[in-house]
């Protein structure tokens, strides 16, 4: 086990390296920054584009993309200090990212948190008996909750309990001007945001444990169990629950990508300072230097969560050969 | 006691026929039904389905015919801002669904943008469908390299979140001149149907490669290679013909990622333009953001309920084809 | 009903009377048993015969309350003096896996894929003993030595799949017995190995029988498993016990057309040609009217539609046939 890890982080290396230089050359393709920094600072002198292009690297040709990715991820990993400005402004960016990522890390767990916990929950009631009165709801309402895209709950949470009700806020973490920490007041505008990605990770979880349910439900080693003489609770947790959830744990770190990808729509609807505005506002400017950290972190997260499902399948189920 | 001989082999085969005929009278079901004909009889038992099928049906010929079917032009306002504002009016009897920002009937406008988006829907997910079939149908059958490859890259592909995968894709591929005779424009219809089919593929070579995998050791399979038929005539008259449940539940699926996917693009500005003379469900949505911070309820209202219509109804009739063809996958409703 | 067959045995272990399992399905009720007597007693053998859906499983499944929920259970089954029809869920349990053991057809999987084959024994023992994990532990490791697995601590600690297929029927053997039971339930045992090393396990069974005077109930549709182990037989057919005799009779001189053809098919070195039963199983839904086996059988004439007939003493036997006293039935005519 300790080898099989040892050599896919050696393998996870390269990959970052490949994975993150094709996304240097879209985001140098897609959103030509020299032209962007033009546009959001037509006033800049030919000497401010060229020091702009010589700190961040944007040569020509595919030798100075390599060269320019390169002399980019070194400063990348050298730290903040060294990371280039942004275009506008020439803020810092590792601020803003740092304040967007903990907004989005906390919105993000506790979706993640309430969403699979209740989602299993929902499923195993379901699974549990199948074909039944409370399966049919379940199943049902899930599959409803799941078909409604999540941009399109957050405009209507957003209609109903913030702007006709007036009782969640309807945008940012705190009311404008307010100063400080204050948990309740940042608790109440996590509400709807929350709710919005945890509906519909709980709609997905639940008919993913469900199916998961359904599928060991008919294993005959259930029967061996039961004719073990265990009780039915468990069979339930010795044996239906324990293998059901292997596939889960896989989907657990793969979903990660469309729950931030909810968190995104979410947190731009309720103008939530979180990672999604953050890129958004940074790929609306064609912000080179804000866009890059982002996309890294976004694409380094990807492939080791993806690393993660591979470990967790390979720990819960002793078939799978590790190599 | 009086023996009776057991039957002699020469006597045998008559016998036999005879008891046959016996004992399916005597209660032994015996099915005529063709594999297509049962599926077809799944799919219409399948309630949401069938109720989805019926909606869908009478949606596709609304808006085929939305001149017909409207009351306005996509463009027109309800009545000319020289009588008086015409913009933001609520629900009244000279427009069903309200009026938007600049007095144009949402009700008329939706059907011309419904249709705008099915068209890049149904287009997307062929062409993905297409793809992805091809695709997914040599990977697994040859196996090896190739297949790493492409399950590592698709792995990756849609580990990723999809709105910024989506961005990032746009502006890659917009900025790439020399495919501009070929997408079109960035903010054109085609430009996003082909955008789509990038994606839809490959959640569709992964299923039909899965559902190769498993086929292949089928031996109606081992006999077609044993008879020397070569790879591109498996894949066409025995692994396609065999994973047609799977492609078309990929379709349906693949269609609501582009309708939904449109209208989440224009939703942040990313979305198509289509024209002075169509609409598209995405743009209709737009206005919804602004509506719903002003209270403006039929603009999140129609549009949103028209894209969550359509999406729960392709999404049924989906799940209707799953069950049809795969009775083993009981869903339970 | 007296055993026309043998001792009757001073101490019985199993007595099923009129033992019935009905399920209910959405087509009506699928009549899977109906009215099957058992007498076991211990220490015996008996050899359960019938091609699949004769109600052989259901019987025992049925007995153990190791049925879907749809199956309806009627007649009585004694373990010892325990009712188990009706039984409630506590009592069941105290039966299962302590006075009444089952091994499956198909070990691989029987046997939970994610757990140790130690631990999967050791929860059988736990279940039904006060005992700490350590000393179970202890114990499964004897028993795997017991049942002739090789380095049996070592193993202990593997996972089903790293076992051969024999091997992990020898585990499953272990595990029914780790708590001494009256009964154990082989329900086709073998059909899933080769044929060597289905010799072994009736070996394993036959010692256990043997060491433990454990009552076997060996279900199975291969006569040749019977021949090397039963002492007793029970031919099933559509849900009834149609011919009851000792293992000498039922190849000597079989008392029921379908025993006849049972034998018949069963291919012998130099013969030509197989005699399958013409025909296939009925309906459970719709059985046919008097002698279920009606409709396949060469012998039959209008009287079996008749009453359903009852076993009554023919010869050594009892038989289910009418026409058992005049029929001549037999492999070699």
Redesign the interface.
């Known amino acids: 086990m300790a080898r099989f890890i040892i050599r896919r982080l050696l393998w996870l290396i390269p990959t970052v390296i490949f994975v993150t230089f094709i996304v240097y050359c879209a985001v140098r393709i897609g959103w030509d920054p020299v032209a962007s920094y033009l546009r959001a600072n037509p006033r800049a002198s030919d000497a401010k584009v060229q020091q702009y292009i010589e700190v961040n690297g944007l040569y020509e040709g595919f030798g100075g993309y390599v060269r320019g990715y390169f002399e980019w991820l070194w400063a990348f990993v050298q730290g903040p200090d060294h990371w280039p400005r942004s275009i506008k402004g020439s803020g810092e960016v590792y601020p803003t990212l740092r304040y967007s990522f903990f907004n989005t890390m906390r919105l993000a767990g506790t979706a993640a948190i309430i969403g699979i916990g209740v989602g299993l929950f929902f499923g195993v009631v379901a699974g549990k008996r199948p074909g039944g009165a409370v399966d049919g709801i379940v199943n049902t309402t899930a599959f409803f909750v799941g078909s409604v895209p999540p941009f399109v709950s957050a405009i209507i949470l957003q209609l109903v309990f913030a702007v006709q009700l007036g009782w969640f806020s309807a945008s940012g973490v705190y009311p404008a001007g307010h100063q400080g920490f204050d948990p309740w007041l940042m608790a109440k505008h996590m509400v709807l945001p929350v709710f919005v990605v945890a509906i519909q990770t709980i709609a997905g979880y639940t008919r993913y444990m469900r199916a998961s349910l359904l599928d060991v439900s008919s294993a005959d080693y259930l029967r061996t169990a039961r004719a073990k003489g265990i009780s039915e609770r468990q069979v339930m947790r010795g044996h239906t629950f324990r293998n059901a959830l292997i596939p889960i744990a896989t989907v657990v770190a793969i979903d990660i990508g469309a729950l931030i990808g909810g968190l995104i729509i979410t947190e731009n609807i309720f103008n939530y300072p979180g990672m999604g505005v953050f890129f958004i506002d940074a790929a609306n400017d064609g912000d080179f230097p804000r866009l890059m950290p982002f996309l890294v972190i976004i694409t380094v997260s990807v492939l080791i969560f993806n690393l993660l499902a591979d470990l967790s399948y390979a720990y819960l189920d002793p078939r799978i050969r590790l190599d | 006691?009086?023996?009776?001989?057991?039957?002699h082999?020469s006597s045998?085969f008559e016998?036999?026929d005879e008891?046959?005929e016996?004992?399916e009278?005597?209660?032994?079901?015996v099915k005529t039904l063709t594999p297509s004909k049962l599926a077809w009889r799944r799919y219409w038992r399948h309630k949401?389905a069938a109720i989805s099928t019926v909606i869908f049906i009478a949606l596709l010929i609304m808006v085929i015919f939305a001149p017909v079917f409207a009351r306005y032009g996509v463009n027109e306002a309800v009545f000319p801002i020289s009588e008086g504002p015409n913009q933001f009016l609520s629900p009244r009897s000279i427009a069903w669904f309200g009026t938007d920002d600049i007095g144009r009937d949402i009700y008329s406008r939706l059907l011309y943008g419904i249709r705008t988006s099915i068209f890049i829907g149904v287009s997307a997910g062929l062409i993905a469908v297409t793809i992805g079939s091809i695709v997914g149908s040599i990977a697994g059958l040859r196996g090896g390299k190739l297949d790493d490859i492409l399950m590592r890259v698709t792995?990756?592909f849609?580990?990723?979140?999809?709105?910024?995968l989506i961005?990032?894709?746009?502006?890659?591929?917009?900025?790439?001149t020399f495919l501009e005779p070929v997408m079109g424009d960035k903010s054109s219809i085609r430009f996003i149907i082909f955008l789509f089919a990038i994606f839809g593929w490959m959640a569709v070579a992964r299923l039909v490669r899965g559902q190769v995998l498993s086929l292949k050791e089928r031996e109606f399979i081992e006999a077609a290679r044993a008879v020397g038929a070569s790879n591109s005539r498996i894949i066409a008259s025995h692994l396609l013909p065999n994973s047609i449940g799977p492609i078309l539940v990929a379709l349906s699926l693949t269609i609501?990622a582009a309708i939904?996917g449109e209208?989440?693009l224009a939703?942040?500005?990313?979305g198509p333009q289509p024209g002075t003379n169509s609409t598209s469900l995405g743009n209709l949505?737009l206005l919804?953001?602004s509506?719903?911070?002003q209270?403006n309820?039929w603009l999140?209202v129609f549009p949103?309920g028209a894209?969550?219509l359509l999406?729960?109804c392709i999404?049924?009739i989906g799940?209707g084809l799953r069950d049809a063809f795969d009775p083993k996958m009981?869903?339970?409703? | 009903m007296p055993s026309a067959v043998g001792v009757v045995a001073a101490e019985p272990v199993l007595t099923l009377r009129d033992f019935r399992v009905g399920f209910t399905t959405p087509n009506g009720l699928v009549q899977a048993v109906r009215g099957v007597d058992v007498d076991l007693a211990r220490g015996e053998v008996l050899g359960v015969v019938g091609e699949s859906g004769s109600g052989k499983s259901v019987t025992f499944l049925g007995m153990l309350g190791l049925l879907p929920k749809s199956a309806q259970i009627t007649g009585s089954a004694l373990i010892g003096a325990t009712e188990m029809v009706g039984a409630s869920t506590k009592v069941m349990r105290s039966i299962r896996g302590r006075r009444i053991a089952m091994i499956f057809q198909d070990p691989l999987s029987a046997l939970n894929p994610v757990h140790r084959v130690g631990d999967q024994i050791v929860e059988m023992i736990q279940s039904h003993n006060e005992i700490s994990s350590k000393a179970a532990a202890e114990r499964a490791i004897e028993l795997l030595g017991t049942v002739g697995i090789p380095q049996p601590r070592e193993r202990s600690r593997q996972y089903p799949h790293e076992f051969s297929g024999g091997m992990r029927q020898r585990v499953m053997i272990a595990m029914a017995i780790s708590n001494d039971p009256d009964v154990l339930i082989a329900d086709e045992p073998t059909t899933a190995l080769d044929v060597t090393v289905q010799a072994q396990i009736l070996e394993v069974i036959d010692k256990i029988r043997n060491d433990m005077g454990t009552a076997v109930v060996m279900i199975t549709h291969d006569l040749g498993v019977i021949a090397r182990i039963a002492d007793r037989v029970q031919v099933m057919y559509a849900g009834r016990a149609i011919e009851k005799t000792n293992v000498h009779s039922l190849f000597a001189a079989p008392t029921h057309p379908y025993t006849e053809g049972l034998l018949r098919s069963i291919p012998l070195l130099g013969q030509e040609r197989l005699l399958p039963i013409p025909g296939s199983p009925p309906n459970m839904l719709r059985p046919p009217s008097g002698c279920a086996f009606r409709p396949r059988c060469l012998y039959a004439i209008e009287e079996c539609a008749g009453d359903l007939p009852e076993l009554h003493p023919s010869g050594d036997a009892l038989s289910a046939c009418i026409r058992s006293e005049e029929l001549n039935l037999g492999v070699l005519v």
Do not use: H, K
Not at chain 2, 25 to 29: F, K, V
Not at chain 2, 167 to 176: K, P, S, Y
Not at chain 2, 330 to 333: A, I, L, W
């Open positions: 006691m009086t023996s009776l001989q057991p039957v082999e045998s016998t036999f008891l046959y016996i004992s009278q005597e209660g032994l079901d949401g792995d990756i849609l580990a990723f979140p999809f709105l910024v961005i990032v894709v746009r502006e890659f591929i917009g900025g790439l609501i939904v209208s989440t939703f942040f500005g990313f949505v919804s953001r509506g719903a911070t209270g309820w999140v949103c894209l969550v999406a729960i999404n049924f799940d009981d869903s339970g409703r």
